[in-house]
């Protein structure tokens, strides 16, 4: 896979090519039918995704009820408090189109994180925006990177 791609994100725009070339080969392309559950809230989660093409929706059940949480779109990231935990996953992510996403598994990210720390300083605002998100600090759902 091309670091151009990776070079598009906020995590990995200050990293150097080798950074960037261990994440690329740490990644797998993956495909998604539409409707096709990507993740499903509280399953353990080992990886985070980076959607490339197509269009996801996250859902979280509350009492019982589904309630929609945001739509994800190409350069969006989901799941990747995975990769810092090995907590249940706090939503389900399915596939409204077509969608192709990069996962990068857990282990993998864990590795190169130990080569390459900047990348946790680059996660960490990402993280904050969500945790604020969901304190209800943050008025919109649709946290952009």
Same mark, same amino acid.
């Given at each position: 896979?091309?670091?151009?791609?990776?070079r598009k994100f906020s995590w990995?725009?200050?990293?150097?090519?080798?950074?960037?070339?261990?994440i690329a080969n740490a990644a797998?392309?993956?495909?998604?039918?539409?409707?096709?559950?990507?993740?499903?809230?509280?399953?353990?989660?080992?990886?985070?995704?980076?959607?490339?093409?197509?269009?996801?929706?996250?859902?979280?059940?509350?009492?019982?009820?589904?309630?929609?949480?945001?739509?994800?779109?190409?350069?969006?990231v989901f799941g990747e408090m995975?990769?810092?935990?090995?907590?249940?996953?706090?939503?389900?992510?399915?596939? !409204?189109?077509?969608?192709?996403? !990069?996962?990068?598994? &857990?282990? =993998?990210? &864990?590795?190169? !994180?130990?080569? =390459?720390?900047?990348?946790?300083?680059?996660?960490?605002?990402?993280?904050? &925006?969500?945790?604020? =998100?969901?304190?209800?600090?943050?008025?919109?759902?649709?946290?952009? =990177?």
């Amino acid at each position: 896979m091309s670091t151009d791609f990776l070079r598009k994100f906020s995590w990995f725009e200050d990293l150097d090519q080798r950074s960037l070339e261990a994440i690329a080969n740490a990644a797998v392309e993956q495909r998604f039918e539409p409707g096709q559950e990507i993740m499903r809230q509280g399953d353990v989660g080992v990886g985070a995704f980076i959607i490339r093409s197509g269009k996801v929706e996250v859902l979280q059940d509350r009492d019982g009820k589904q309630v929609k949480l945001a739509t994800l779109g190409p350069g969006d990231v989901f799941g990747e408090m995975a990769l810092l935990d090995e907590f249940p996953r706090s939503a389900t992510v399915r596939a !409204l189109e077509p969608t192709t996403a !990069l996962g990068i598994q &857990r282990w =993998h990210f &864990r590795g190169i !994180l130990e080569s =390459h720390p900047q990348i946790a300083l680059a996660l960490l605002p990402i993280l904050t &925006r969500r945790i604020r =998100h969901a304190e209800g600090t943050l008025p919109d759902a649709n946290v952009r =990177h």
